[in-house]
């Protein structure tokens, strides 16, 4: 072992000219991942009643859309009712026919709009937040300073979750080795995202200013709630000293929008804390069952 090597994990490891794929490594989502894209199968979505359709899982990322359909619906926009589908990505259901037809790029969440002939398809969480809030015209400024810096946080977020989710994430919860330069190389910029969301929300009620946008429903699931909840690095990153963002975290899980909307497509949890699929709004009433039972 020479010094160029010396501490590589695996020992020796010398990343090779071409890279060819090896599922040793690949953690716990080894089976599904590839370096290749399309179906891998054949298999029709189901279609509900509603004008939209969503086909995801309750994630982060998944939480941002079911999140601000509950929100629209609260403020009175009826034509926000919908369908959400479980797709279960740790079973690859994101790789059947129907659903990459969607999102060529196989990840949730993805909706169809079914309120128009034909049908609109959007993928990307990002896209889907701006695409429903321009539709019913709530939760995103028109006014150009606000909608701009409304953008400015939602692209953020779009930007910073791969940090989250791709590396820290992985390398602290799901890899099968830790490696201590991974892990601390995330946590480093995790931290420095948290800070800059501490920072700007000591001055401002939400991060677009003073109005509750498409920007906090983006970053809310992830910053730090996928800390708190998907990864459990809350304690392994003092989430709690960021006492500005907590304020705003703790504020926004209050909004009894969020709280169903959080629990939706999700496939885990304590009883009355998830609900598979959402078709109506009466399914909420089943996890108060299920709670009190």
């Known amino acids: 072992m020479n010094d160029t090597t010396r501490g590589n994990q695996p020992a020796g490891y010398v990343p090779p000219k071409v890279w060819s794929p090896d599922t040793q490594y690949g953690g716990q989502f080894a089976s599904i991942n590839s370096p290749v894209s399309g179906a891998r199968f ?31 619906l609260a403020a009175g926009h009826s034509g926000a009712e919908y369908d959400a589908w479980l797709i279960d990505i740790f079973k690859g259901d994101q790789f059947g026919s129907g659903f990459v037809e969607i999102n060529p790029n196989s990840k949730i969440p993805a909706l169809v709009d079914r309120s128009v002939d034909p049908g609109i398809n959007i993928f990307e969480s990002g896209s889907i937040l701006v695409y429903l809030a321009e539709k ?7 006014e150009r300073r606000a909608r701009t810096r409304t953008l400015n946080w939602l692209m953020w977020q779009m930007g ?96 009894p929008a969020v709280d169903r909307g959080r629990r939706v497509n999700r496939t885990a949890g304590e009883p009355g804390e998830y609900l598979r699929e959402r078709h109506d709004a009466s399914d909420f009433d089943t996890l108060i069952r299920q709670a009190s039972a």
Do not use: C
């Not at 004008?51 to 859309?65: C, E, W």
């Open 42 to 72: 054949e298999q029709a979505l189901p279609v509900g009643r509603h004008p939209l359709q969503l086909y995801s899982q309750g994630t982060p990322n998944g939480q941002k859309v079911t999140i601000l359909l509950e929100e629209l």
């Open 136 to 142: 019913f015209g709530a939760f995103l400024p028109t």
């Open 160 to 255: 910073t979750a791969p940090f989250v989710g791709g590396g820290l994430g992985h390398f602290y919860a799901y890899a099968p080795l830790k490696i201590e330069y991974a892990i601390d190389r995330y946590a480093m910029e995790v931290k420095r995202q948290l800070h800059v969301l501490d920072t700007h929300l000591a001055r401002n009620a939400f991060l677009a200013g003073d109005e509750y946008t498409i920007a906090d429903m983006a970053v809310w699931p992830w910053h730090p709630g996928s800390l708190f909840g998907v990864y459990g690095t809350h304690e392994f990153l003092a989430v709690q000293e960021y006492t500005h963002l907590m304020r705003w975290y703790k504020s926004i899980a209050e909004r």
